[in-house]
């Protein structure tokens, strides 16, 4: 059973960093890309960042510069840096990695608020 565990979620200033982490275990097999989305209240979720299985990256025009994504594959796990934080960011963040097949974590409460 494969299984994604997300971390790092939290409550931090506008201006502010958190660093967002998910960790896949189980009979993963090979890993095409891991992705990470974000859904704020009321609204659809949407793409935040991808990573390829080739280190190859893509952001979403609304983080770009502001947002890192990276991956540890001896540790099946991908992380997303998160800088100068604004309040339009908050929402519950969710990690998703891709095989033959797809898997979504729990996901992690991003707050931003003075």
């Known amino acids: 059973q494969v299984q994604l565990v997300e971390s790092g979620g939290g409550l931090v200033r506008p201006g502010g960093s958190l660093r967002l982490s998910c960790a896949a275990s189980?009979?993963?097999?090979?890993?095409?890309?891991m992705k990470w989305y974000r859904q704020a209240p009321g609204k659809q979720r949407e793409l935040v960042a991808s990573?390829?299985?080739?280190?190859?990256?893509d952001y979403a025009d609304s983080v770009k510069g502001r947002f890192t994504i990276s991956r540890d594959n001896a540790k099946n796990t991908v992380y997303l840096q998160m800088n100068s934080l604004k309040p339009e960011d908050t929402g519950v963040y969710y990690c998703?990695?891709?095989?033959?097949?797809?898997?979504w974590g729990q996901g992690t409460q991003v707050t931003v608020s003075s």
């Open positions: 998703k990695m891709v095989t033959l097949r797809q898997y």
């Open positions: 189980g009979s993963i097999g090979s890993i095409n890309s």
């Open positions: 990573i390829s299985s080739g280190g190859s990256t």
